[in-house]
Nanobody, 121 residues
Framework: QVQLVESGGGLVQAGGSLRLSCAAS????????MDWYRQAPGQQRELVAR???????MYADSVKGRFTISREHIKHTIYLQMDMLRPEDTAVYYC???????????????WGQGTQVTVSS
């Protein structure tokens, strides 16, 4: 049973920082691509950042240079360091895990319960 538990969301002023964490269990962590998605009210869920088992990363254009994704294999945990936050970053942020062999089929992955990030102007 895959379990992804997010933490670290909250309320922050524009220009501030937050760090999200996602602890994974029930998977062979080193075989999984790990993602952060977000969903704002009335909008579709979008991919924010991705990290492969080898720690290659990719980012949505809207967060490049401001957000950093990382993973800690010993703790089976990924992080999203969010700096220079903007009001438009306000959303529920979801951790997502998908086996490397299914990386192009995110719908076959597993999701966390989400954590709210609110950025005030």
């Amino acid at each position: 049973q895959v379990q992804l538990v997010e933490s670290g969301g909250g309320l922050v002023q524009a220009g501030g920082s937050l760090r999200l964490s996602c602890a994974a269990s029930g998977i062979i962590f080193s075989d999984y691509v790990m993602d952060w998605y977000r969903q704002a009210p009335g909008q579709q869920r979008e991919l924010v950042a991705r990290i492969t088992p080898g720690s290659s990363t990719m980012y949505a254009d809207s967060v490049k240079g401001r957000f950093t994704i990382s993973r800690e294999h010993i703790k089976h945990t990924i992080y999203l360091q969010m700096d220079m936050l903007r009001p438009e970053d306000t959303a529920v942020y979801y951790c997502h895990a998908v086996h490397l062999s299914l990386a192009l089929q995110p719908d076959l992955g597993s999701w966390g319960q989400g954590t709210q990030v609110t950025v005030s102007s």
